[in-house]
């Protein structure tokens, strides 16, 4: 009975709550077909201005509802289908718009030859170390201490940054705190005394003292090396390197050396020392001839209107990475020497184009302990250039000619080294290209739209006209008669202030005459002569 009673409860209140809203419901039923037939009538009108007849068919009442459901799936499906193509075609835009290919026209060309950077074995003057010591330590030969600051400058002047162990000794010495390592190899490093020849007797092949990762070195026709200096540099004003012209000319570069011995690195003009790949020892009495294999990588003029990470390279003059020069031996040594400014908040002396601190040999100490740059090296990565040119060492002949006879050695102060290196004229280069372009993009949607969907771009303009069209229209007209409402409103609610006021005038002057009555009445029976009474 309990149940039946709360079923009866239940069913009456909801009787009563449909029979209360019952006008709101139809109310909103009759706002939503409105709505619902003029929706209908601005797709039939789109559908009609762009000539698409299938949406004018999915509005069309005389056709049955199945079919109308028919043509509703077939737009969706080929809208849908639009869609999903043309996001693969903007991703293809986006992530690899680029090809490389090979070029083989190779009549004509024209080439740079290789950089070499000089590392000597003995960095030091001996005459500038003994100027120094006496200028910073006031220490001269005869005192004791002599040998030990001449060891100190030997550890700073060999040190690398792959070999610092041997600066850890003096990092308890207080007195080299202060010493800027960089000035110091300046002043005690060994002059550039050779003797640059070149194919072209017109040519001044440039030369710089620069500081790498093994230390003080001499750049060779690299102008990429001008930025290790640590002084602002313009790509513009960059000297060029020696170029010549494949299969026409003889290219080469002629290095003579006098009383001096050390490693070469030979690498692009447009990179710095970094790689072990093309390393040549050069002794005493040596002369070496090495011929190199170029594969040179040129870009196209449209790759520069893509991003850095559409094209997934960088140009030598585009600025990133803090770098105003870019180049991806340069990118990765400055980011080497950030990690070690992170970890022991100084930079080592190898690089001077790096804000920081300069590390004294307790701060290498500190480097020692992290293992630096050992882990850095798999941390670093950084994109590669968009024209790069690679050097293979093809053919090397050496051969010693300070001997004579096989006995007699010409004494060491005639005894000179060279080294001589030349190209072979390549035949093969590979080109960087773009292979979809932002108006193959463009034509691709157009296709896709056509295919698919059968419009274009003037009837999408007209389909988005006909629709903002009619929008503002219904808005204008619902603003207007949003208005209009407000406005009865208004003047509904005045009339009813104006009706109360004069009804309210009118008591009040009904009032006043009740009440001059009531005085005048009194007045009347005040002036009535005196009642006589009789017994």
């Known amino acids: 009975m309990a149940g039946r009673r709360l079923f009866l409860w239940v069913r009456l209140i909801l009787a009563r709550v449909v029979r209360s809203s019952t006008p709101f419901l139809r109310r909103l039923m009759v706002i939503f077909g409105a709505c619902l037939a003029r929706i209908r009538e601005v797709v039939a009108m789109a559908g009609a201005e762009t000539g698409l007849l ?53 009549r004509g060309w024209n080439g740079s030859l290789p950089a070499v950077t000089l590392c000597y074995y003995d960095h030091i003057d001996s005459f500038k170390a003994n100027e120094y010591i006496q200028e910073v330590w006031n220490v001269s030969i005869i005192d004791e201490d002599y040998f030990y600051f001449m060891d100190f400058l030997y550890a700073v002047v060999n040190a690398t940054a792959g070999n610092y162990a041997e600066l850890v000794k003096f990092a308890e010495d207080e007195r080299f705190d202060s010493i800027d390592l960089y000035e110091m190899i300046t002043r005690v490093d060994r002059p550039f005394e050779q003797v640059i020849s070149s194919f072209d007797a017109n040519f001044d092949v440039h030369v710089q003292m620069v500081m790498t990762e093994r230390g003080s070195c001499y750049a060779i026709n690299s102008p990429m090396s001008t930025v290790l200096s640590g002084q602002p540099v313009a790509y513009e004003l960059m000297p060029q390197p020696l170029s010549c012209q494949y299969g026409k000319q003889q290219c080469y570069i002629r290095m003579d050396l006098y009383e001096s011995t050390g490693v070469l690195d030979v690498h692009s003009p447009f990179e710095v020392s970094a790689s072990e790949a093309n390393i040549v020892a050069l002794h005493k009495s040596d002369e070496i001839t090495a011929s190199f294999k170029v ?33 991806k031996s340069l990118c990765l040594a400055r980011c080497r020497a950030v990690m070690a400014l992170e970890m022991c908040n100084c930079v080592p002396f190898f690089y001077p184009y790096v804000e920081g601190p300069s590390c004294n040999p307790a701060g290498f100490e500190c480097l020692l302990d992290f293992k630096w740059p050992i882990w850095a090296l798999h941390i670093c990565k950084c994109p590669s250039t968009c024209t790069e040119i690679e050097y293979t060492m093809q053919t090397v002949k050496k051969s010693s000619w300070g001997v004579k006879n096989n006995e007699e050695v010409v004494s060491s102060e005639t005894a000179t080294s060279s080294f001589r290196w030349d190209l072979i004229p390549p035949k093969v280069r590979l080109r ?28 999408l303009v007209e389909m988005g006209h006909v629709i903002i069209y009619n929008l503002l229209l219904d808005l204008f007209t619902f603003l207007c008669w949003m208005f209009a409402k407000v406005r ?18 009118g008591l009040e002057h009904h009032h006043q005459l009740e009440e001059e009555q009531q005085r005048l009445s009194l007045a009347d029976t005040a002036e009535l002569p005196p009642f006589d009474y009789v017994n």
């Open 54 to 106: 299938a949406i004018s068919l999915i509005v069309h009442r005389r056709l049955h509802a199945l079919e109308r459901a028919l043509w509703l799936g077939v737009v969706l499906a080929s809208v849908i289908t639009a869609l999903i193509i043309s996001n693969v075609q903007l991703g293809r835009y986006f992530t690899s718009p680029t090809v490389i290919s090979v070029d083989r026209d190779y």
């Open 295 to 327: 594969l040179e990588t040129v870009a196209s003029k449209n790759l520069r209107q893509l991003s850095v990470a559409q094209r997934k390279c960088v140009f030598n003059n585009e600025e990133t990475s803090n770098l105003k020069i870019y180049s």
């Open 432 to 459: 960087r290209d773009v292979v979809y372009s932002f108006e193959d993009l463009v034509v691709s949607f157009g296709g896709v739209l056509a295919l698919f969907v059968g419009v274009s771009v003037m009837g």
């Open 488 to 505: 009865q409103c208004y003047q509904k609610g005045n009339r009813k202030s104006v009706a109360n006021r004069i009804h309210n005038h």
